[in-house]
Every structure is written in C-alpha cells, then in structure tokens.
C-alpha cells in the first residue's frame, strides 16, 4: 500500500505561480511512476503531468498539451515527494488536483486507470 498526502493549493492571481507538493509514504520502493490530475467542477479529472522512471535512474515526463512551457513536474527521491510547480497560472488551471502513484510499469502514465493509489486532492483557485 502506498499513502499520498497533497499539500501547497490555495488562491492566487491569473499571472501568478503555485508549487504542489505530494508525500509518499508505505510501499514507496514498488513505485514506477507519480503523476498529477486535475478535475474541475461538472468536469472529468484530466491528465496534468507525470515522471515515470526505473531503477537505473532514467526518468521520463509527461505533460498535457495545456501545460506544457507553463508547469513542471519533479521527484526529490530522499522524501518521496513528487513537486508540481505552476506557474503562469491561468484561471481555467481552477480545479482540484490530486497526486497519483502506480507500482506497474510500462503503462501510459497519462490515463487515469493506469494508477492505483490516489491523494485527497487539494483546491487550486485562480482569479482573473
């Protein structure tokens, strides 16, 4: 079993920046890959960003189209944490975004069905 637990959500301007934090903690060692979705009200939760890697140190990113050049995902391996850092936020970026984790590898890290473990998700809220 794997715990996620999502910190740093809150409000901010249309303009500004926000880094999302995810803590693992349990069987943190099966891991393959972490990734972010988000979901907004009356909205299916979509596929944000991903970093899969394997146990020689590769490491692969995903992003959607929507946020790439404005988001950036990353993994400090000494707290198995996985950092979301937003920047250029937009007001359509409002959502609920939750970490993912996935002890399978090889799987397209951008569906949703791919993870099995999932945070409780925190709000991001951009004004215009």
């Known amino acids: 079993q794997v715990q996620l637990v999502e910190s740093g959500g809150g409000l901010v301007q249309a303009g500004g920046s926000l880094r999302l934090s995810c803590a693992a903690s349990?069987?943190?060692?099966?891991?393959?890959?972490m990734g972010w979705f988000c979901q907004a009200p009356g909205k299916e939760r979509e596929f944000v960003a991903a970093?899969?890697?394997?146990?020689?140190?590769?490491?692969?990113?995903y992003y959607a189209d929507s946020v790439k050049g404005r988001f950036t995902i990353s993994r400090e391996n000494a707290k198995n944490t996985v950092y979301l850092q937003m920047n250029s936020l937009k007001p359509e970026d409002t959502a609920v975004y939750y970490c993912?984790?996935?002890?399978?590898?090889?799987?397209?890290?951008?569906?949703?069905?791919?993870?099995?473990?999932w945070g409780q998700g925190t709000q991001v809220t951009v004004s215009s």
């Open positions: 993912a984790a996935t002890m399978v590898s090889y799987l397209d890290y951008r569906k949703a069905s791919s993870y099995e473990y």
């Open positions: 349990g069987r943190t060692g099966s891991m393959y890959a």
């Open positions: 970093i899969g890697w394997t146990w020689s140190g590769i490491r692969t990113y």
